[in-house]
């Protein structure tokens, strides 16, 4: 069971450490690592965990582990492939990064910081990317911020693959994996509704797929996974 239960206090990772610090205290108890159960506990974790000198992936690229529009630059940044992609404000803006990127119908609006398939719109014209646009921007998101900005993605077909992955320390790892190992766990095959929402989930065999799972090997590293888990998605 649950011993010890701490409000987040909206994301206080001051208030959290502190409160954790005085628990370990009075209860005599040791803190071995910080676990995120969700994807808005993702960014905080690694706050709490470096506060209180635990292990903690680098607090560089935290903010590229929740948010896709900087998580994308990393991936791009470390050489990958990526989608097309631009953050925009208005239906001015998002005419011109269509534009300037090049981008043909259909394209995909979504919150940056978004999980699941929430909020998450495959658009097959102007019209409805303006639509979405306006559903996101000023909006709460799924992680209870308000979104100022939305995210307007290249469409990429293709059949989409999810890669969950485990990373950990490992002291023979060699230099590359800067000194962590990422092994997979698990892969699944998607099929989704033309509005982007989860239809069904096929389990693959990794082995069968050595690209793939290279590709997402990279993305993790790319945006600093050093330990735990971690959720690649993507089109092949």
Not at 106 to 114: D, Y
Request: proline content about 3%.
């Amino acid at each position: 069971g649950v011993a010890h239960a701490l409000s987040s206090r909206h994301r206080d990772v001051f208030s959290i450490a502190r409160e954790l610090q005085v628990l370990v205290g009075r209860c005599d108890l040791r803190i071995a690592c910080v676990v995120p159960l969700s994807e808005v506990a993702v960014e905080i974790s690694d706050a709490v965990a470096s506060c209180l000198g635990l292990p903690h992936n680098p607090m560089g690229s935290m903010t590229a582990r929740r948010d896709k529009g900087l998580m994308k630059g990393a991936v791009r940044e470390a050489g990958l492939r990526v989608a097309e992609h631009a953050r925009v404000g208005t239906e001015e803006g998002l005419r011109a990064a269509v534009t300037e990127l090049s981008l043909a119908y259909p394209v995909v609006v979504k919150t940056p910081s978004g999980m699941s398939t929430t909020d998450v719109h495959i658009c097959n014209d102007e019209k409805e990317a303006s639509d979405a646009l306006a559903s996101i921007v000023g909006g709460t998101g799924p992680d209870g911020r308000t979104v100022d900005m939305a995210l307007l993605e290249e469409y990429i077909g293709g059949t989409e693959f999810a890669i969950n992955l485990m990373a950990f320390d490992d002291a023979n790892a060699g230099s590359g994996d800067a000194g962590s190992r990422l092994l997979v766990t698990d892969m699944w095959k998607y099929e989704k509704t033309e509005r982007a929402r989860y239809d069904s989930a096929e389990i693959c065999n990794p082995a069968d797929h050595p690209d793939l799972v290279s590709y997402a090997r990279d993305v993790a590293r790319a945006v600093g996974i050093r330990y735990g888990a971690a959720h690649v998605e993507l089109k092949a």
